[in-house]
């Protein structure tokens, strides 16, 4: 288990939580990268995600964003999961790392409830895939005929730890201590 390590921005580029204000550009946005049409009920969700909700934002164009929501484990009530519902960065804004920071933006949210980061991902979408698995998540399952309407229906299910900040101070202390062969204080 090992945090998601969150990259400085280039001034020219900040993140910008939804709102009603900015909604549009966020619709325009998946309209252009995702094959999926949204409907309006996942927007208003959207728009009461808080944090969860973020739009990379280029001279306050919108180039990508990251829309999350926290789902409850189904094994242990008391802890939590974020599910990333999409992500995504327009093609001319790809490989500058805009989106690994925003996928460390979802997972870094300071709450020791949730344990995990996880997502849908088509099963014929190689770049996506290699993204993920880049950093740090593993395949969990593949489920069949998750995207029903689209030529390619299969999804895998991708998942990845996540530590709160104190966990990871713990964990830094528990290397640090291993390498030297000493306690630190």
Same mark, same amino acid.
């Given at each position: 288990?090992?945090?998601?390590?969150?990259?400085?921005?280039?001034?020219?580029?900040?993140?910008?939580?939804?709102?009603?204000?900015?909604?549009?550009?966020?619709?325009?946005?998946?309209? @252009?990268?995702?094959?999926?049409?949204y +409907?309006?009920?996942? *927007?208003?969700?959207?728009l009461?995600?808080?944090?969860?909700?973020?739009?990379?934002? &280029?001279?306050?164009?919108?180039?990508?964003?990251? $829309? $999350?929501?926290?789902?409850?484990?189904?094994?242990?009530?008391? !802890?939590?999961?974020? *599910?990333?519902q999409?992500?995504?960065?327009? @093609?001319?804004?790809?490989?500058?790392?805009?989106?690994?920071?925003?996928?460390?933006?979802?997972?870094?949210?300071?709450?020791?409830?949730?344990?995990?980061?996880?997502?849908?991902?088509q099963?014929?979408?190689?770049?996506?895939?290699?993204?993920?698995?880049?950093?740090? &998540?593993?395949?969990?399952?593949?489920? @069949?005929?998750?995207?029903?309407s689209?030529? $390619?229906?299969?999804?895998?299910v !991708?998942s990845?730890?996540?530590?709160?900040?104190?966990q990871?101070? +713990?964990?830094?202390? +528990?290397?640090?201590?291993?390498?030297?062969? $000493?306690?630190?204080?």
């Amino acid at each position: 288990m090992s945090s998601f390590q969150v990259q400085a921005l280039p001034r020219s580029i900040s993140l910008a939580n939804v709102t009603e204000r900015n909604i549009d550009q966020l619709v325009r946005l998946h309209v @252009k990268i995702f094959p999926i049409v949204y +409907n309006t009920k996942f *927007y208003d969700l959207v728009l009461k995600a808080g944090p969860f909700a973020q739009m990379v934002m &280029f001279n306050k164009v919108c180039v990508g964003s990251v $829309c $999350c929501r926290i789902q409850e484990n189904p094994l242990d009530p008391s !802890l939590s999961s974020v *599910y990333i519902q999409t992500l995504g960065v327009l @093609k001319a804004f790809q490989r500058l790392g805009l989106g690994t920071h925003i996928l460390g933006e979802a997972a870094r949210l300071n709450n020791p409830k949730i344990t995990s980061v996880y997502l849908h991902v088509q099963t014929c979408n190689s770049v996506a895939i290699d993204f993920y698995l880049k950093h740090g &998540f593993r395949l969990i399952m593949t489920a @069949k005929n998750y995207y029903p309407s689209m030529e $390619c229906k299969d999804a895998y299910v !991708l998942s990845r730890e996540v530590m709160s900040q104190n966990q990871n101070q +713990n964990q830094n202390q +528990n290397q640090i201590q291993n390498y030297y062969g $000493c306690t630190t204080h």
